[in-house]
């Protein structure tokens, strides 16, 4: 699967998402202000390229509602950006969509989320990603991920 046909299948699979509301983005925490700003009513196709750049681990944040919508902005990103970013959101995307062994709860809450589209299409993510196999993301983690979720 090449870049284009990866990018249209996570359109397909999260493409008509509502928003899931601000009360819904995030747990409790600190930095309110800072996320509510970034996320505010935006649909995740509608995000700035750098605040993806920048706010880079973001979906470690979110809460389950929140990072199954605003995932694919970030796997959309990654995408169109592995090579020439050295910014931390490649790998952090990758490392987000890791359950761990023994699993995260916290991370497979979020992952549960996931429709068989969805997870369709976060597999899919991940093989290219893992396929990568260069300096530009870690691959390995992304197989590992693969064989958790798998």
């Given at each position: 699967?090449?870049?284009?046909?990866?990018?249209?299948l996570?359109?397909?699979?999260?493409?008509?998402?509502?928003?899931?509301?601000?009360?819904?983005?995030?747990p409790?925490?600190?930095?309110?202000?800072?996320?509510?700003?970034?996320?505010?009513?935006?649909?995740?196709?509608?995000?700035?390229?750098?605040?993806?750049?920048y706010?880079?681990?973001?979906l470690?944040?979110?809460?389950?509602?929140?990072?199954?919508?605003?995932?694919?902005?970030f796997?959309?990103?990654?995408?169109?950006?592995?090579?020439?970013?050295?910014?931390?959101?490649?790998?952090?995307?990758i490392y987000?969509l890791?359950?761990?062994?023994?699993?995260?709860?916290?991370?497979?809450?979020?992952?549960r989320?996931?429709?068989?589209?969805?997870?369709?299409?976060?597999l899919?993510?991940?093989?290219f990603?893992a396929a990568?196999?260069?300096?530009s993301?870690?691959?390995?983690?992304?197989?590992?991920?693969?064989?958790n979720?798998?």
């Amino acid at each position: 699967m090449d870049e284009s046909e990866l990018i249209a299948l996570i359109h397909e699979a999260f493409g008509d998402m509502p928003h899931p509301g601000d009360a819904s983005l995030r747990p409790e925490a600190c930095d309110d202000h800072e996320i509510q700003a970034f996320y505010g009513n935006k649909h995740w196709q509608d995000m700035a390229e750098k605040d993806l750049a920048y706010h880079n681990a973001a979906l470690c944040f979110l809460s389950p509602a929140g990072f199954q919508f605003f995932l694919p902005a970030f796997l959309v990103w990654v995408i169109r950006n592995y090579r020439g970013s050295d910014a931390f959101t490649v790998d952090s995307t990758i490392y987000a969509l890791d359950p761990g062994s023994p699993p995260d709860h916290f991370k497979l809450s979020k992952l549960r989320l996931l429709s068989p589209r969805q997870r369709q299409a976060v597999l899919a993510f991940l093989e290219f990603m893992a396929a990568a196999g260069d300096e530009s993301c870690d691959a390995e983690a992304a197989e590992y991920a693969l064989g958790n979720l798998g």
